[in-house]
């Protein structure tokens, strides 16, 4: 059982390159988001998913698709990289059904130069 | 949507000494309140949690306070060691959406 599974951990980008974040869970939940973590501003929620084909925007949507193709993954893209997205990345994933605590995968660090 | 609020920025206590973290919320539908811990270079991870219709819980050292009607809810730490230090993190969240906010964080040292 490994959780919640962030590849890369570190990634550095040019202005205008796109990427895919991958993001794994192997506890059947059927609960994954993402977000972003920058200094002094906590958390704050990209996308989610409530299930496998079903997506929805978080706070700060823009610039990140996503698709929830099967239950145990959940990638982030990157369309045209910006310096802005300059961030540390965290995929979260709970079940309802169970309880919400989210379990967090260990962070992608993004930088975009 | 939901507002969450936290303080202190920064904490720094000696061990054994207590610590107090607080949060207020601004939607009156939020009934979950977790509080996270994350260590340098990690993802957060849980470590307490309380529903609305419970106005404390208790697990060892860490207790969490819940005020609906005030909206604030505080994470108290007893007898802090130095591994305590950390970024803790509270968050909102309502059952009926799927959007739950973080606090900003509070960044606790502990002297040993």
């Known amino acids: 059982n490994a959780g919640v599974t962030q590849t890369p951990k570190f990634q550095v980008l040019k202005t205008g390159q796109s990427m895919t974040l991958q993001c794994a869970q192997d506890?059947?939940?059927?609960?994954m988001s993402w977000y972003r973590q920058d200094p002094g501003m906590g958390l704050r929620l990209i996308h989610y998913?409530?299930?496998?084909?079903?997506?929805d925007q978080g706070e700060v949507p823009n610039g990140y698709n996503v698709s929830r193709s099967t239950t145990e993954d959940f990638p982030l893209r990157l369309l045209s990289a910006a310096p802005s997205q300059t961030s540390v990345y965290f995929c979260?994933?709970?079940?309802?059904?169970?309880?919400?605590?989210?379990?967090f995968g260990s962070g992608t660090r993004l930088t975009v130069v | 949507g939901e507002n969450v609020e936290q303080h202190p920025s920064t904490l720094s206590v000696q061990e054994g000494d207590s610590a107090v973290i607080k949060c207020t919320y601004s939607d009156s539908a939020s009934n979950y309140f977790p509080w996270y811990k994350q260590e340098l270079g990690k993802g957060p991870q849980l470590i307490i949690d309380i529903r609305s219709n419970v106005g404390e819980k208790k697990d060892q050292r860490i207790a969490v306070t819940l005020n609906k009607t005030a909206k604030h809810f505080s994470l108290h730490i007893t007898e802090t060691q130095p591994e305590d230090s950390a970024v803790y993190f509270c968050a909102a969240l309502s059952y009926n959406n799927n959007d739950m906010r973080f606090g900003a964080g509070t960044r606790l040292t502990v002297k040993p």
């Open positions: 979260a994933s709970s079940s309802r059904l169970a309880n919400y605590g989210y379990t």
């Open positions: 998913s409530v299930g496998a084909g079903i997506t």
């Open positions: 506890m059947n939940h059927e609960y």
